[in-house]
């Protein structure tokens, strides 16, 4: 027998056992894989499902990786018999069928436990408790015929700050519910409490002022309305009153009072400049000129910043006062914040069962075996 084929006929009986070892781990591989009912569509059973399934992707490196190892040990026994020609007792040696197969198959299995870890099998549920924070928050918001008016920087109406600023409210919502109240010389409600965001954002673009026939700025009216429309449920509730602060109507200290013995939060977000500006007939026609008293006069809105204060502090909630015309919310946020850190509820749900450990732990024994047998055949062949 050449010399040649005492190197290569060993490799070729290796290759030969790799292919049969591949063919019963992979039969094994996907028997467990329709064992735990991976391939199964019976939603009555409970299913092995893997929550990164991209990871399993890396698998398709193994045949070109076994390609690369097959050559490269061909290669590298060639090199050993070539140099043992030419030198009487050559320093290297050849490496050896089995021992290259074990590291072939403990390399294979370490990567493959690896990247079913990093696949994230679960299997099975647990009940765990989770500690939700939730808020239910109603927005009054004031439609008297003051809020048309044009104080706001860049030249927009109140209504319309205050509009942009309910829908960057909304938009930093994670499972808050809203309801909105819009009141002038009564108040109603438009949107009764949801958590449906793309709804309140569709109420929020119909309000205009033309919403009501009888005139006038009714908070008490509009806080007694707001405190209807709250659930039964146990948690955190809240108030924001945005308004321009002129208000025609009677006190509403009294439903303040009530508003605090029930725990309800009021924030105030206070609209328009104290300078003011006049008051436009139709919001829409601007050519039919501005509202006027009784002598000719041309009738001035401006906000009342103390009777915002004044509410903000018997309610002992925020008070924001801008003349922005995209409101900067950061105060009013903060305090819905701190409302919804107070209101944990905790709630039992049942989650998948993540099983990543047991792969994970089979790599790391693959890898520590490989590690280890490498070590132990270098000092032996030394």
């Known amino acids: 027998m050449s010399n040649n084929q005492s190197y290569t006929n060993p490799i070729q009986r290796m290759?030969?056992?790799?292919?049969?070892?591949?063919?019963?781990?992979w039969l094994a591989f996907f028997g467990i894989l329709a064992l735990f009912g991976y391939f199964s569509e019976d939603d009555s059973q409970t299913h092995l499902v893997f929550i990164n399934g991209d990871a399993l992707w890396g698998l398709s490196l193994l045949f070109?990786?076994?390609?690369?190892?097959?050559?490269?040990?061909?290669?590298k026994n060639a090199l050993t018999q070539h140099l043992s020609k030419n030198v009487r007792t050559s320093i290297i040696k050849p490496i050896q069928a089995n021992q290259a197969l074990i590291n072939f198959l403990l390399f294979r299995s370490f990567l493959v436990f690896l990247l079913l870890a990093m696949a994230q099998p679960s299997f099975g549920t647990k009940k765990e408790n989770i500690t939700t924070k939730t808020l239910e928050l109603v927005?009054?918001?004031?439609?008297?015929?003051?809020?048309?008016?044009?104080?706001?920087?860049?030249?927009?109406?109140?209504?319309?700050?205050a509009k942009r600023a309910l829908n960057q409210l909304v938009n930093q919502f994670t499972g808050e519910k809203v309801g909105i109240c819009v009141f002038a010389g009564?108040?109603?409600?438009?949107?009764?409490?949801?958590?449906?965001?793309?709804?309140?954002?569709?109420?929020i673009d119909?309000?205009?002022?033309?919403?009501?026939?009888?005139?006038?700025?009714?908070?008490k009216a509009a806080l007694r309305t707001a405190n209807t429309m709250f659930t039964k449920s146990k948690t955190s509730k809240g108030v924001l009153l945005i308004t321009d602060g002129e208000n025609h109507e009677e006190n509403p200290a009294e439903i303040i009072d009530s508003l605090r013995q029930k725990n309800i939060a009021l924030s105030i977000l206070g609209m328009?400049?104290?300078?003011?500006?006049?008051?436009?007939?139709?919001?829409?026609?601007?050519?039919?000129?501005?509202?006027?008293?009784?002598?000719?006069?041309?009738?001035?809105?401006?906000?009342n910043p103390n009777l915002i204060r004044e509410l903000a502090s018997k309610s002992k909630g925020t008070?924001?006062?801008?003349?922005?015309?995209?409101?900067?919310?950061?105060?009013?946020?903060?305090q819905i914040n701190r409302m919804k850190r107070s209101s944990g509820q905790e709630q039992e749900f049942e989650v998948a069962q993540n099983q990543y450990q047991f792969p994970l732990f089979a790599s790391l024994i693959c890898g520590l075996l490989l590690i280890t047998g490498t070590n132990w055949l270098k000092r032996r062949n030394r």
């Open 186 to 203: 009564s108040a109603y409600v438009q949107l009764p409490m949801t958590s449906d965001y793309s709804a309140a954002k569709l109420f």
């Open 15 to 25: 290759f030969a056992l790799v292919l049969l070892f591949e063919l019963a781990f």
């Open 139 to 161: 927005v009054c918001l004031d439609v008297s015929n003051s809020m048309n008016t044009k104080d706001m920087r860049g030249g927009t109406t109140r209504l319309l700050s």
């Open 64 to 75: 070109p990786l076994f390609i690369f190892f097959y050559f490269d040990l061909r290669r």
């Open 206 to 219: 119909e309000i205009e002022t033309s919403m009501f026939s009888n005139q006038g700025t009714n908070i």
């Open 319 to 334: 008070a924001a006062i801008t003349a922005e015309g995209f409101p900067d919310l950061k105060p009013i946020l903060t």
């Open 272 to 303: 328009g400049s104290t300078n003011g500006g006049p008051v436009p007939n139709d919001p829409l026609r601007p050519e039919l000129g501005y509202k006027r008293n009784e002598r000719g006069q041309l009738v001035m809105s401006r906000m």
